[in-house]
């Protein structure tokens, strides 16, 4: 099975590692991976790595992203999405629209944002969904999160479509609980569909049926493109690169689309590594390139 990334639309009712089952299967390798969860609930664009891609994983989800989603106004739940028990129930028609996007404008740029109680974040080494769901009081400290856009796209009544494009660790039902909360009735998240990561879109992405008839790979060193500003090693470079030893920075030295790292491929384009450029200074993240 080649190295790569398969770009998943996963459906409605499906778990990140249901999916992740089902490509282990597809690709006849247990080696696979995903990068950035979806919940159950949640559709859209995954990530999933195939055999020496699953060390890009880890990288690939500190990209940005952006997602589609439908917050209702009104109705409050225990976890912030239409999972939950509904706790609050408020007339939320006299909302005027100048308010939402107001609202909306003051959750954009750095936040400190609390995670939903049913989040996958671990207290005392337990999930913090976990200790919820057995009925435990869970409160979880407020993280630094980056919402570049919070747009309403269309107004439904109580149902508000929205835009989102956000960093790694913000939690779109926690931005429509906190919309409700600063409106002063309340919300939770109806619908969520993630769009893009990175470089990669959800226009790229496949059905699991497709790919049950046709298990459709982006290759190694095609995903480090995409996802990754690119150095073109030498020769000798790869040689020292391949065997752990140091090179010097290139002329980009730092770059790495906000997370930096830097692709390193050889003369005829196969992956090498995951470079971090900084200060003058290289180190290899991930290596590709046998030392042979």
């Not at 630094?144 to 660790?169: I, K, M, Q, W, Y």
Request: glycine share 10%; with cysteine; net charge neutral.
């Amino acid at each position: 099975m080649t190295d790569g990334l398969v770009l998943v639309d996963k459906p409605a009712g499906w778990t990140s590692h249901d999916v992740v089952a089902r490509c282990r299967r597809l690709a006849g390798t247990r080696r696979v991976g995903h990068a950035g969860t979806l919940d159950p609930m949640a559709t859209g664009l995954l990530i999933v790595g195939v055999e020496r891609a699953t060390r890009l994983l880890g990288h690939l989800a500190l990209h940005d992203k952006d997602y589609l989603a439908t917050v209702r106004l009104g109705v409050t739940t225990v976890t912030d999405d239409a999972e939950g028990e509904v706790v609050g129930v408020v007339d939320a028609s006299h909302v005027a629209d100048a308010a939402i996007e107001a609202a909306m404008a003051a959750l954009t740029g750095d936040l400190m944002q609390v995670p939903s109680s049913v989040s996958a974040i671990k207290v005392d080494g337990k999930r913090a969904y976990a200790r919820a769901r057995a009925g435990e009081q869970v409160e979880l400290a407020a993280r630094p999160v980056h919402v570049s856009r919070f747009a309403l796209l269309e107004r439904r009544g109580a149902n508000l479509d929205v835009a989102v494009t956000c960093s790694t660790g913000t939690y779109v039902r926690a931005l429509a609980r906190d919309l409700g909360a600063s409106l002063g009735v309340g919300a939770h998240l109806t619908a969520l569909r993630r769009t893009r990561i990175g470089g990669f879109r959800i226009d790229d992405a496949h059905t699991l049926e497709s790919l049950e008839s046709s298990f459709s790979l982006v290759p190694l060193a095609s995903a480090l493109r995409a996802a990754f500003p690119v150095r073109m090693l030498t020769d000798d470079e790869v040689y020292r690169v391949a065997r752990g030893q140091r090179i010097a920075a290139g002329a980009d030295s730092g770059a790495g689309a906000g997370v930096g790292a830097v692709a390193a491929l050889a003369p005829d384009g196969s992956a090498v590594a995951l470079l971090e450029e900084r200060d003058g200074q290289v180190r290899s993240l991930v290596v590709f390139a046998p030392a042979t």
